[in-house]
T-cell receptor, first 114, second 114 residues
Framework: AQSVTQLDSQVPVFEEAPVELRCNYS??????LFWYVQYPNQGLQLLLK??????LVESINGFEAEFNKSQTSFHLRKPSVHISDTAEYFC????????????FGKGTRLSVIA | DAGVTQSPTHLIKTRGQQVTLRCSPK?????VSWYQQALGQGPQFIFQ???????QRGNFPDRFSGHQFPNYSSELNVNALLLGDSALYLC?????????????FGEGSRLTVL
């Protein structure tokens, strides 16, 4: 079975400052890794994913995450945040065999302060 | 291109009642998964439907049941509602043949049990 630990429940950060949201996972098999974002009163939207290949993956809005197999981590980073990045961020893992259920962490609330 | 749509968006029930939630998958998708997101928690996998059959199930009691129709839409039924069933219920669709594990989520149905 897989599990995900998001180490910070809340992260406040000033606008234009860098941010890192931490995610560690546990699994006995190879995995796919995901970051989803949830804006208030909305469903989840995929931010970025790691399936295979390059361990550094990027989103279209400036976020990036790096898969570190030895540390079983998939931390999310952004060099300069905007007010509009305020949201709940969920790290998720699944077995790398397609259409297996996602296991989510408890989420990290990112609050960007003007 | 319509995304995943869910109905109703909000509903209130009392303990012991039954509820049915509905989901239409993203156009072209054939697999529907349901997740429960309690307040302050990450989504938890309930079950997945493909070809009108339940294919995978999470750790939820038999009070939770579902159905998938020939047009790929799906229903989630919960019987004998408990206060602890209050949550946001998320539907997600995907392609069974896809190997990426990527899910597309609806905005959810928020159930309050009094």
């Amino acid at each position: 079975a897989q599990s995900v630990t998001q180490l910070d429940s809340q992260v406040p950060v000033f606008e234009e400052a860098p941010v890192e949201l931490r995610c560690n996972y546990s699994s006995s098999v190879s995995v796919y890794l995901f970051w989803y974002v949830q804006y208030p009163n909305q469903g989840l939207q995929l931010l970025l994913k790691y399936l295979s290949g390059s361990t550094l993956v990027e989103s279209i809005n400036g976020f990036e995450a790096e898969f570190n197999k030895s540390q079983t981590s998939f931390h999310l980073r952004k060099p300069s945040v905007h007010i509009s990045d305020t949201a709940e961020y969920f790290c998720a893992v699944s077995r790398n065999s397609g259409n297996t259920p996602l296991v989510f962490g408890k989420g990290t609330r990112l609050s960007v302060i003007a | 291109d319509a995304g995943v749509t869910q109905s109703p968006t909000h509903l209130i029930k009392t303990r012991g009642q039954q509820v049915t939630l509905r989901c239409s998958p993203k156009s072209g998708h054939d697999t529907v998964s349901w997740y429960q997101q309690a307040l302050g928690q990450g989504p938890q996998f309930i079950f997945q439907y493909y070809e009108e059959e339940e294919r995978q199930r999470g750790n939820f009691p038999d009070r939770f049941s579902g159905h998938q129709f020939p047009n790929y839409s799906s229903e989630l039924n919960v019987n004998a509602l408990l206060l602890g069933d209050s949550a946001l219920y998320l539907c997600a669709s995907s392609l069974k043949a896809g190997a990426t594990g990527e899910l597309f989520f609806g905005e959810g149905s928020r159930l309050t049990v009094l």
